[in-house]
């Protein structure tokens, strides 16, 4: 892996914890959609959650209707929260998906709130596994819309997505580990495989029923370094 601050910042992030440290604990956060219609965000903050993911768009026609309330609610409850794209690499190049979730709220700002906007590409809801897309034009698609949200924001997005889908529809690919962090799912009491030559998980999303709504996470590192990590320095 080429040394960069975004790799030097992971480090921090994971303390010092072994590659395959995977432990029920570190920051707690969540990740919600429409299907969450109303989120006690202030409850969250007072249980212990320090950050929210929140659904803003899907393909290149969906934007998630509770996008807006979420993000407020999130904002007022003084929680550090960003959006997700729900990739279709068959819909629509990376590029144009990109786009589509920059001008639907899924952008960046420098003001230690607002996480990087997060790609969750993973299993296809109503058809082929891999959309339909070679290991190599998966790559690129992935790519494409990194690069795309990059030269907009700055940042690079956080990649939400299992090892075995990353597996099977990249063929393991390594392309991303120095820039774009690693959002795990793998819902058990430890990881058992990070995929793609990353060497940890940036967050970990451990289980798929939080209390307060949505899937719950864990940033892998302090509460301090979650903030340097949000403001992208």
């Excluded at 309330?69 to 990109?98: E, K, M, N, V, W």
């Excluded at 494409?144 to 063929?171: H, L, Q, V």
């Excluded at 990353?198 to 949505?214: L, V």
């Amino acid at each position: 892996m080429k040394t960069t601050a975004l790799s030097l910042l992971l480090t921090a992030g994971a303390a010092s914890a072994s590659p395959l440290e995977s432990r029920a604990s570190g920051v707690q956060g969540f990740d919600i959609s429409s299907y969450q219609g109303t989120v006690d965000f202030s409850g969250a903050y007072n249980a212990g959650a320090r950050f929210v993911m929140i659904k803003a768009t899907e393909g290149t026609s969906y934007v998630d209707s509770s996008f807006s309330s979420h993000y407020d609610g999130a904002t007022d409850a003084g929680l550090i929260r960003g959006g997700y794209h729900f990739a279709h690499p068959d819909s629509g190049s990376g590029a144009t998906q990109a786009e589509y979730f920059l001008a639907h709220g899924g952008g960046w700002t420098k003001d230690g709130q607002t996480l990087p906007g997060m790609l969750d590409i993973e299993y296809n809801p109503s058809g082929s596994t891999c959309y339909g897309l070679s290991e190599s034009a998966m790559v690129s698609w992935v790519k494409d819309f990194g690069e795309t949200y990059n030269s907009k924001t700055g940042r690079y997005p956080m990649i939400y997505t299992t090892a075995d889908w990353w597996n099977t529809c990249t063929g393991g690919s390594t392309t991303f580990i120095a820039d774009y962090p690693l959002v795990l799912a793998q819902y058990a009491s430890a990881i058992s495989t990070i995929p793609g030559g990353w060497a940890y998980q940036s967050f970990w999303q451990n289980s798929d029923s939080y209390s307060y709504g949505g899937d719950s996470d864990l940033w892998n590192g302090s509460e301090e370094n979650l903030k340097i990590f949000a403001n992208g320095s």
